[in-house]
Protein backbone atom coordinates (compact mmCIF):
# COMPACT_ATOMS: atom_id res chain seq x y z
CA UNK A 1 0.00 0.00 0.00
CA UNK A 2 1.33 3.48 -0.89
CA UNK A 3 2.01 5.45 2.09
CA UNK A 4 2.90 8.49 0.76
CA UNK A 5 -0.12 10.37 1.04
CA UNK A 6 -0.24 9.39 5.06
CA UNK A 7 0.44 13.07 6.87
CA UNK A 8 0.38 13.99 10.94
CA UNK A 9 -3.12 15.70 11.26
CA UNK A 10 -3.61 16.49 14.68
CA UNK A 11 -1.24 15.59 18.26
CA UNK A 12 -2.36 15.10 21.45
CA UNK A 13 -1.33 15.38 24.87
CA UNK A 14 -3.04 14.36 28.14
CA UNK A 15 -1.13 16.16 31.16
CA UNK A 16 -2.75 14.04 33.88
CA UNK A 17 -3.62 10.47 32.71
CA UNK A 18 -7.39 10.01 32.08
CA UNK A 19 -8.28 13.68 31.99
CA UNK A 20 -9.25 15.55 28.46
CA UNK A 21 -5.94 17.35 27.13
CA UNK A 22 -4.45 19.40 24.35
CA UNK A 23 -4.91 19.06 21.20
CA UNK A 24 -1.06 20.51 19.46
CA UNK A 25 0.31 21.54 16.14
CA UNK A 26 3.29 20.48 16.98
CA UNK A 27 5.53 18.76 19.97
CA UNK A 28 8.34 17.20 20.23
CA UNK A 29 8.89 13.59 20.74
CA UNK A 30 10.76 11.80 23.76
CA UNK A 31 11.94 8.65 24.65
CA UNK A 32 8.49 8.88 27.01
CA UNK A 33 6.79 9.69 24.05
CA UNK A 34 4.90 13.43 23.19
CA UNK A 35 6.56 15.69 25.52
CA UNK A 36 4.55 16.00 28.53
CA UNK A 37 2.26 13.19 28.42
CA UNK A 38 0.86 11.87 30.80
CA UNK A 39 3.24 13.21 33.17
CA UNK A 40 0.86 13.29 36.59
CA UNK A 41 -1.86 11.18 37.66
CA UNK A 42 -3.84 10.96 40.67
CA UNK A 43 -3.77 8.39 43.19
CA UNK A 44 -7.13 7.23 45.15
CA UNK A 45 -5.33 7.44 48.78
CA UNK A 46 -7.56 4.58 49.62
CA UNK A 47 -6.59 1.80 47.62
CA UNK A 48 -3.09 2.88 46.28
CA UNK A 49 -4.20 2.83 42.54
CA UNK A 50 -4.02 4.69 39.38
CA UNK A 51 -7.37 7.29 39.15
CA UNK A 52 -8.71 5.97 35.56
CA UNK A 53 -12.02 6.76 33.75
CA UNK A 54 -11.76 2.92 32.75
CA UNK A 55 -13.80 2.34 36.12
CA UNK A 56 -16.86 5.17 35.79
CA UNK A 57 -18.33 3.40 38.40
CA UNK A 58 -16.43 4.79 40.99
CA UNK A 59 -14.86 8.15 39.03
CA UNK A 60 -18.56 9.07 37.33
CA UNK A 61 -17.29 12.31 35.51
CA UNK A 62 -13.51 12.17 35.10
CA UNK A 63 -13.41 12.45 31.40
CA UNK A 64 -14.96 16.17 32.14
CA UNK A 65 -11.61 17.23 34.34
CA UNK A 66 -9.33 18.99 31.93
CA UNK A 67 -5.62 19.39 32.36
CA UNK A 68 -3.29 21.65 30.08
CA UNK A 69 -0.40 23.00 30.75
CA UNK A 70 -0.09 27.00 32.19
CA UNK A 71 3.14 27.18 29.48
CA UNK A 72 4.71 24.95 26.49
CA UNK A 73 6.88 22.26 28.91
CA UNK A 74 10.24 21.88 27.80
CA UNK A 75 12.07 18.81 28.51
CA UNK A 76 13.70 18.93 31.91
CA UNK A 77 11.11 21.34 33.34
CA UNK A 78 8.25 20.90 32.72
CA UNK A 79 5.48 23.97 34.22
CA UNK A 80 2.67 23.18 36.13
CA UNK A 81 -0.57 22.21 35.06
CA UNK A 82 -4.38 23.93 34.89
CA UNK A 83 -6.83 21.79 36.13
CA UNK A 84 -10.37 22.53 35.11
CA UNK A 85 -13.30 20.70 36.62
CA UNK A 86 -16.19 19.97 35.12
CA UNK A 87 -18.33 23.04 37.00
CA UNK A 88 -15.73 25.01 35.72
CA UNK A 89 -13.60 26.16 38.58
CA UNK A 90 -9.57 25.73 37.58
CA UNK A 91 -6.68 24.68 40.17
CA UNK A 92 -3.37 25.16 39.35
CA UNK A 93 -1.38 21.67 40.18
CA UNK A 94 1.02 23.74 42.60
CA UNK A 95 -1.60 24.94 44.37
CA UNK A 96 -0.85 23.81 47.92
CA UNK A 97 -4.51 23.06 48.44
CA UNK A 98 -4.91 20.69 45.00
CA UNK A 99 -5.30 17.78 46.54
CA UNK A 100 -7.72 18.86 49.02
CA UNK A 101 -9.87 20.87 46.08
CA UNK A 102 -9.51 17.38 43.58
CA UNK A 103 -10.87 15.49 46.38
CA UNK A 104 -13.67 17.15 47.29
CA UNK A 105 -14.93 17.47 43.33
CA UNK A 106 -14.37 14.06 43.54
CA UNK A 107 -15.64 12.90 46.47
CA UNK A 108 -12.88 10.94 47.62
CA UNK A 109 -9.56 11.13 49.43
CA UNK A 110 -7.01 11.28 46.28
CA UNK A 111 -3.26 13.00 45.74
CA UNK A 112 -1.72 13.94 42.44
CA UNK A 113 1.98 12.53 41.40
CA UNK A 114 4.31 12.86 39.28
CA UNK A 115 5.66 9.38 39.56
CA UNK A 116 3.84 6.12 39.61
CA UNK A 117 3.77 3.90 43.01
CA UNK A 118 5.91 0.45 42.96
CA UNK A 119 3.75 -1.99 40.62
CA UNK A 120 1.16 0.68 39.99
CA UNK A 121 -2.26 -0.69 39.01
CA UNK A 122 -5.88 0.40 37.94
CA UNK A 123 -9.42 -0.46 37.74
CA UNK A 124 -11.43 -1.57 34.86
CA UNK A 125 -15.20 -1.74 34.60
CA UNK A 126 -16.39 -4.19 32.43
CA UNK A 127 -20.00 -4.01 31.74
CA UNK A 128 -20.62 -7.44 29.87
CA UNK A 129 -19.82 -8.48 33.78
CA UNK A 130 -22.30 -5.95 35.52
CA UNK A 131 -23.31 -7.84 38.67
CA UNK A 132 -20.69 -10.23 38.86
CA UNK A 133 -17.58 -11.06 40.70
CA UNK A 134 -15.37 -9.97 37.94
CA UNK A 135 -16.99 -6.57 36.42
CA UNK A 136 -13.39 -4.66 37.78
CA UNK A 137 -10.81 -5.66 37.00
CA UNK A 138 -7.40 -4.99 38.59
CA UNK A 139 -4.60 -3.76 35.31
CA UNK A 140 -0.91 -3.15 35.36
CA UNK A 141 -0.05 0.26 33.94
CA UNK A 142 2.82 0.68 31.80
CA UNK A 143 3.70 -2.52 30.38
CA UNK A 144 5.79 -1.48 27.58
CA UNK A 145 6.69 1.65 29.26
CA UNK A 146 9.33 3.29 31.65
CA UNK A 147 8.54 2.29 35.34
CA UNK A 148 7.33 5.36 37.41
CA UNK A 149 4.90 6.00 34.06
CA UNK A 150 0.99 7.23 34.38
CA UNK A 151 0.67 4.74 30.37
CA UNK A 152 -1.66 2.92 29.67
CA UNK A 153 0.89 0.16 28.12
CA UNK A 154 3.11 1.92 25.38
CA UNK A 155 4.70 5.59 25.43
CA UNK A 156 2.93 6.59 22.12
CA UNK A 157 -0.35 5.69 20.67
CA UNK A 158 -1.70 6.29 17.04
CA UNK A 159 -4.92 5.98 15.22
CA UNK A 160 -5.80 6.63 11.62
CA UNK A 161 -8.93 8.69 9.96
CA UNK A 162 -9.32 5.61 7.63
CA UNK A 163 -10.24 3.55 10.51
CA UNK A 164 -12.54 6.32 11.54
CA UNK A 165 -14.06 6.05 8.63
CA UNK A 166 -14.46 2.43 8.70
CA UNK A 167 -16.18 2.67 11.89
CA UNK A 168 -18.78 5.67 11.09
CA UNK A 169 -19.48 3.57 7.84
CA UNK A 170 -20.29 0.46 10.18
CA UNK A 171 -22.40 2.89 12.60
CA UNK A 172 -23.07 6.41 11.29
CA UNK A 173 -25.64 6.90 13.69
CA UNK A 174 -22.65 7.23 16.39
CA UNK A 175 -19.78 9.56 16.67
CA UNK A 176 -16.10 8.57 16.21
CA UNK A 177 -14.16 11.34 16.52
CA UNK A 178 -10.14 10.70 17.14
CA UNK A 179 -10.56 12.02 20.93
CA UNK A 180 -12.72 9.52 22.07
CA UNK A 181 -9.85 7.22 21.61
CA UNK A 182 -7.12 9.27 23.25
CA UNK A 183 -4.51 9.02 20.49
CA UNK A 184 -1.43 10.92 20.52
CA UNK A 185 -0.68 11.37 17.21
CA UNK A 186 -4.21 10.99 14.64
CA UNK A 187 -2.79 10.00 11.24
CA UNK A 188 -4.45 11.76 7.80
CA UNK A 189 -4.90 8.84 5.26
CA UNK A 190 -7.09 10.72 2.87
CA UNK A 191 -10.22 8.92 1.59
CA UNK A 192 -8.56 5.64 2.58
CA UNK A 193 -11.28 3.03 4.89
CA UNK A 194 -10.83 0.18 6.70
CA UNK A 195 -8.92 -0.50 9.83
CA UNK A 196 -5.46 0.19 8.22
CA UNK A 197 -2.94 0.02 10.95
CA UNK A 198 -3.76 -3.19 11.72
CA UNK A 199 -0.68 -4.11 9.41
CA UNK A 200 1.66 -1.85 11.25
CA UNK A 201 2.09 -3.64 13.89
CA UNK A 202 6.23 -4.87 13.72
CA UNK A 203 6.65 -2.12 11.03
CA UNK A 204 8.92 0.91 11.70
CA UNK A 205 7.25 4.58 11.31
CA UNK A 206 9.30 7.66 10.26
CA UNK A 207 7.82 10.65 10.96
CA UNK A 208 9.51 13.84 9.75
CA UNK A 209 12.76 12.72 9.11
CA UNK A 210 14.16 12.38 12.18
CA UNK A 211 11.11 10.66 14.52
CA UNK A 212 11.17 6.83 14.49
CA UNK A 213 8.80 4.67 16.13
CA UNK A 214 8.39 0.76 16.74
CA UNK A 215 4.84 -0.58 16.16
CA UNK A 216 4.84 -3.20 19.08
CA UNK A 217 0.62 -3.83 19.06
CA UNK A 218 -2.63 -2.69 18.28
CA UNK A 219 -4.68 -0.89 20.88
CA UNK A 220 -7.40 -3.41 22.82
CA UNK A 221 -10.30 -1.22 23.64
CA UNK A 222 -12.39 -1.44 26.81
CA UNK A 223 -15.30 1.07 27.96
CA UNK A 224 -13.64 4.36 28.03
CA UNK A 225 -14.63 5.10 24.16
CA UNK A 226 -17.66 4.77 24.76
CA UNK A 227 -18.08 7.07 27.94
CA UNK A 228 -19.52 10.89 27.79
CA UNK A 229 -16.57 13.47 27.28
CA UNK A 230 -17.03 16.89 26.56
CA UNK A 231 -20.04 17.27 24.17
CA UNK A 232 -19.44 13.63 23.24
CA UNK A 233 -22.41 11.52 24.49
CA UNK A 234 -22.04 8.16 26.00
CA UNK A 235 -22.67 5.47 23.37
CA UNK A 236 -22.53 1.62 24.08
CA UNK A 237 -23.19 1.11 20.67
CA UNK A 238 -19.36 2.36 20.16
CA UNK A 239 -18.44 -0.49 21.51
CA UNK A 240 -20.72 -3.03 20.27
CA UNK A 241 -22.09 -1.69 16.53
CA UNK A 242 -18.29 -0.10 15.89
CA UNK A 243 -15.14 -1.47 17.57
CA UNK A 244 -16.07 -4.98 17.80
CA UNK A 245 -15.74 -6.02 14.38
CA UNK A 246 -12.18 -5.46 14.49
CA UNK A 247 -10.58 -8.16 16.82
CA UNK A 248 -7.33 -8.95 16.21
CA UNK A 249 -4.29 -10.52 17.76
CA UNK A 250 -2.79 -8.35 20.23
CA UNK A 251 0.78 -9.45 20.79
CA UNK A 252 1.20 -8.56 24.78
CA UNK A 253 -2.45 -10.20 25.94
CA UNK A 254 -1.79 -13.12 23.91
CA UNK A 255 -4.88 -13.53 22.17
CA UNK A 256 -7.31 -11.98 20.02
CA UNK A 257 -9.58 -8.69 21.30
CA UNK A 258 -11.51 -5.68 19.81
CA UNK A 259 -8.56 -3.07 19.01
CA UNK A 260 -8.61 0.07 17.34
CA UNK A 261 -5.26 2.01 17.07
CA UNK A 262 -2.02 0.93 17.47
CA UNK A 263 1.21 0.86 19.93
CA UNK A 264 4.38 2.35 19.69
CA UNK A 265 7.86 2.47 21.03
CA UNK A 266 10.06 5.44 20.25
CA UNK A 267 13.08 4.44 18.64
CA UNK A 268 14.44 8.00 17.91
CA UNK A 269 13.11 11.09 18.78
CA UNK A 270 12.56 14.54 17.40
CA UNK A 271 9.55 16.94 16.32
CA UNK A 272 6.72 16.53 14.86
CA UNK A 273 4.07 18.83 13.69
CA UNK A 274 0.94 19.22 11.56
CA UNK A 275 1.26 18.15 8.58
CA UNK A 276 4.27 16.16 8.27
CA UNK A 277 4.59 12.69 6.21
CA UNK A 278 4.79 9.29 7.66
CA UNK A 279 6.85 6.41 6.19
CA UNK A 280 6.23 2.84 7.05
CA UNK A 281 8.98 0.19 6.53
CA UNK A 282 9.38 -3.22 7.41
Partial sequence: MDHSAFKVATIWRYPIKSMMGEELNASAITALGVLGDRAFALIDSETGKVVSAKNPQKWPDFFFYRAAYTAPPEEKSLPPVWITLPNGKTVRSDDPNRDRELSVALKRDVRMQSSAPEKPELEQYWPEYAGQTNEVSQEAVAGDAPSGTFFDYATVHLITTASLNKLN????????????????????????EGFTENDWVGKTIEIGGSVRLQVTDPCPRCIMPTLAQGDLPRDLSVLHKGIMNNRVHVPFAGKS????????????GGDIRHGDVLSISA
Avoid at 257 to 268: D, F, M, N
Fill in 257 to 268: LPSIGVYARVLA
Fill in 169 to 192: SLYPEGRFEARRFRPNIVVDTGNL
